[in-house]
């Protein structure tokens, strides 16, 4: 199957900072998602990705769906203590199974 | 709104305990999906659903079963649990199954320990 390789694993970064993470695949895909996870919770749908070159933003957080389709990449800009989680990468394997990265984890300090 | 509800949210069980992981949606979704989480290794597909009646394996099926007698359900289980098992699990579904549709809805999961 497909697999989704996310670096980095984790980042700590100081409040404020901005954020880059990205995630790359064997294969092509033809969606990209973000999904964060908050403490506790289930992952949430951040981003979708549909078409290459796609450059997508949602308040601070902004995904490009990578021109030769095997990556993605995730910035947040001006970081603040409720990003803190861990954000996944992932995409589809034909109709019907998503694929995820192992995720990076965030930390912030205040 | 409900959306997707998992029970329990905790359960500890000796190995070669039986139980029934419990997840329902109420969003009319065809798809249903169970995924585990483990430290480094993401979200991994154990079982999915595309409709009632109809279940097929993902990646890690070894030692779980699962049904989908009806549209809103699909229980997970465990027939004989090994510390392996030790996890946290995450139900998920989507409107449709399609490359297009793919925003998945996650439950709360549920944090299984087997000793």
């Known amino acids: 199957g497909q697999q989704l390789n996310q670096s980095p694993q984790s980042m700590f970064i100081q409040e404020g900072e901005d954020v880059s993470m990205n995630c790359t695949s064997s294969?092509?895909?033809?969606?990209w998602l973000w999904y964060k996870q908050d403490p506790g919770e289930g992952p949430v749908l951040l981003i979708a990705?549909?078409?290459?070159?796609e450059l997508t933003s949602n308040g601070r957080l902004t995904a490009q769906f990578g021109i030769t389709r095997k990556d993605s990449f995730l910035n947040i800009s001006a970081s603040i203590p409720s990003d803190v989680g861990i954000y996944f990468c992932?995409?589809?394997?034909?109709?019907?199974?998503?694929?995820f990265g192992q995720g990076t984890r965030l930390t912030i300090n205040p | 709104n409900a959306g997707v509800t998992q029970t329990p949210k905790f359960q500890v069980l000796k190995t070669g305990q039986s139980m029934t992981l419990q997840c329902a949606q109420d969003?009319?979704?065809?798809?249903m999906s169970w995924y585990r989480q483990d430290p480094g290794m993401g979200l991994r597909l154990i079982h999915y659903s595309v409709g009632a009646g109809i279940t097929d394996q993902g990646e890690v099926p070894n030692g779980y079963n699962v049904s989908r007698s009806t549209t809103e359900d699909f229980p997970l289980r465990l027939l004989s649990a090994a510390p392996s098992q030790t996890s946290v699990y995450f139900c998920a579904s989507r409107p449709v199954a399609t490359e297009l549709n793919t925003e998945a809805f996650f439950g709360q999961g549920t944090r299984l320990t087997v000793v």
């Open positions: 990705l549909y078409k290459a070159g």
């Open positions: 969003m009319n979704h065809e798809y």
């Open positions: 294969s092509i895909f033809n969606t």
């Open positions: 992932a995409g589809p394997e034909g109709a019907q199974k998503l694929v």
